[in-house]
């Protein structure tokens, strides 16, 4: 497997626009908190790392991943926040529970990125094993904590930049 050796949150902070301006959402699932908390810490270090100012940072819990959702539609209909990232984790076990909260946090990240036209992002780690999550949550694979705030900041750029040039 390619991602054996690789860091895959590796990034060239040159590369990445400043996020002095910009305000997040930060909606993290308590379920996986060992995981959970450290994509958190991992998104708050990249957003400070990149220029965001730690009180435009507003962080908010909610109990699993599939309450992810309406968390970070609260958030966008609550706040001024630029970007919603939603950081969870979940973990395969021997029933198909897995399958239908990973649908549908996916499919409800997704709707609320079109109905709300803000960046919704989707930092949910869904893993066969504990040591999985683990190593893609500040791990030997990376943080993708890290990698949802890069995304933020990207998108937010992304999303000023279209709507003052065209």
Same mark, same amino acid.
Not at 16 to 39: C, H, R, Y
Not at 47 to 75: R, T, Y
């Given at each position: 497997?390619?991602?054996?050796?690789?860091?895959?949150?590796?990034?060239?902070?040159?590369?990445? +626009?400043? #996020?002095?301006?910009? /305000? %997040?959402?930060?909606?993290?699932?308590?379920?996986?908190?060992?995981?959970?908390?450290?994509?958190?810490? *991992?998104?708050?270090?990249?957003?400070? $790392?990149?220029?965001? @100012?730690? $009180?435009?940072?507003?962080?908010?819990?909610? +109990? *699993?991943? %599939?309450?992810?959702?309406? &968390?970070?539609?609260?958030?966008?209909?609550?706040?001024?926040?630029?970007?919603?990232?939603?950081?969870?984790? !979940?973990? @395969?076990?021997?029933?198909?529970?897995?399958? %239908?909260?990973?649908?549908?946090? #996916?499919?409800? /990240?997704?709707?609320?990125?079109?109905?709300?036209?803000? +960046?919704?992002? %989707? &930092?949910?780690?869904?893993?066969?094993?504990?040591? @999985? #999550?683990?190593?893609?949550? *500040?791990?030997?694979?990376?943080?993708?904590?890290?990698?949802?705030? /890069?995304?933020?900041?990207?998108?937010?750029?992304?999303? @000023?930049?279209?709507? !003052?040039?065209?």
């Amino acid at each position: 497997m390619a991602t054996n050796l690789k860091n895959l949150s590796s990034y060239d902070i040159n590369n990445i +626009p400043n #996020a002095k301006d910009m /305000i %997040f959402g930060i909606v993290v699932s308590e379920w996986n908190d060992q995981v959970t908390a450290s994509l958190c810490k *991992g998104a708050i270090d990249c957003l400070i $790392e990149n220029g965001a @100012q730690m $009180e435009n940072i507003s962080i908010k819990h909610v +109990p *699993g991943s %599939f309450e992810l959702v309406l &968390g970070a539609q609260l958030l966008l209909e609550n706040t001024d926040a630029d970007a919603i990232l939603c950081l969870g984790c !979940v973990i @395969q076990g021997e029933t198909r529970h897995f399958d %239908f909260i990973c649908n549908a946090v #996916a499919d409800g /990240i997704m709707k609320l990125n079109t109905d709300y036209n803000t +960046p919704v992002i %989707f &930092g949910v780690l869904t893993t066969n094993t504990i040591e @999985q #999550a683990l190593d893609r949550s *500040g791990g030997k694979h990376g943080n993708k904590g890290t990698e949802a705030a /890069i995304t933020a900041i990207k998108m937010i750029a992304l999303q @000023q930049d279209i709507e !003052v040039n065209y």
